[in-house]
């Protein structure tokens, strides 16, 4: 039976746990690198970057939101989410990217972005972002970039999305 999984927002003390797992899931060290470069740059949000633990405190499950704009607009970049190889499958990437979304909305952002799996996100009502009128300045697949509506009060804003300067794109 897959474990209980428990979110909360990273503390100071998890840095260390979170880079294990992104260099756990990934095969570079490019993702655990991003996450070091964007906690000390001005994209960083305090509160919306997100661990899981199991049932004994073990971190294996990461997902951040940091500044972006979409046109001029500000939104919100889902990436990079992570879970430890062994915890796979059973939830924790799940959990953890649905409470940050949350944390995202509950602090009023109202648009997020994410370039990912197109069978992944849309579970969490991530959609093409061409449909609004979003895009980027580099080649990626139509179906890999999505957007998501965190209010349906606020208009959705087109444009290219601009990612904070640690993402080199």
Known sequence: ?????TTRPETAGDAEAVRR????AFFTTAE?????????????????SWVAHDPEGTVAGY?????CHVGEAPAVALAPTAVLPAHQRQGAGSAVIRSAL???RSRGETLAVVLGHP??????GFTRASRFGIGVCFDVPDEALMALRLTAADPVPSGHVRYPEPFGV
């Not at 039976?1 to 999984?5: E, F, G, L, T």
């Open 63 to 67: 997902a951040l939101l940091t500044r």
């Open 119 to 124: 069978e992944y996100y849309p579970r969490f």
């Open 21 to 24: 797992v992104n260099l756990a």
């Open 32 to 48: 655990a690198d991003l996450v070091d470069a964007l906690r000390t740059d001005p994209a960083w949000l305090p509160g919306l």
């Open 1 to 5: 039976m897959p474990p209980n999984w």
């Open 102 to 104: 949350e944390a995202a």
